[in-house]
């Protein structure tokens, strides 16, 4: 299924989506998840033209989750969702965000995209006539501290008392890490400069 044309475009395009909304945010699994894959070139990416690591095939026929928070995703991530199937989307498969009391219609074909870490997200029934899929993709947090631990888990890090020191370092006075993550959003008053920025960058 990963070589499939079809799935690699959608792949692509989630991947494109999550440049398009959050540029520095995707520069940052650009880099970090980049220089994982170059440290460690026995791993295999999912797609040649995807930033995430990561993909979920939910094959249905009728995929819908239940209320949960995907809390092994990097905390301040995103998530790409893609519904596919056929059914009616003014009835049923809605992504339901519990934390901000948002229903939101997704129509096969669509992609959303979500912190899914942080909210409680699932979806609603479809008719038992209808069928529906999805595809998404996410990236896992301990990726993120693996490169930021040089490579070791944070228990061994913190198994020694250099190590320990490290790890202190790298996670920085509580609350730096979220405030960190916090500033790779764009504003709406951010984003277009933002994306004039990532353009420099490259």
Not at 137 to 145: E, S, V
Request: include cysteine; charge should be neutral; aromatic fraction near 10%.
């Amino acid at each position: 299924i990963l070589h499939n044309p079809a799935i690699k475009r959608i792949a692509g395009h989630q991947s494109a989506c999550f440049a398009m909304l959050a540029p520095k945010l995707h520069r940052m699994y650009k880099e970090v998840l980049g220089d994982l894959f170059d440290a460690y070139p026995q791993l295999e990416r999912n797609f040649s033209n995807s930033v995430f690591p990561a993909v979920s095939f939910n094959c249905g026929p009728a995929s819908v989750c239940i209320d949960h928070a995907d809390f092994n995703n990097l905390s301040f991530g995103l998530c790409l969702i893609t519904a596919l199937g056929d059914f009616d989307y003014k009835t049923g498969g809605h992504v339901v965000l519990h934390g901000i009391k948002k229903v939101i219609e997704l129509p096969p074909g669509s992609t959303a995209a979500i912190p899914s870490s942080l909210e409680v997200h699932s979806n609603t029934g479809i008719k038992p006539s209808e069928t529906r899929y999805s595809i998404t993709q996410y990236a896992a947090g301990g990726l993120f501290r693996w490169m930021a631990y040089d490579g070791v888990t944070a228990k061994k890090l913190s198994s020694t008392k250099a190590g320990n020191k490290k790890k202190t370092a790298a996670d920085g006075p509580e609350g730096q890490r979220w405030a960190e993550g916090l500033s790779l959003y764009s504003t709406m008053e951010s984003w277009v400069q933002d994306h004039e920025d990532m353009k420099k960058a490259t």
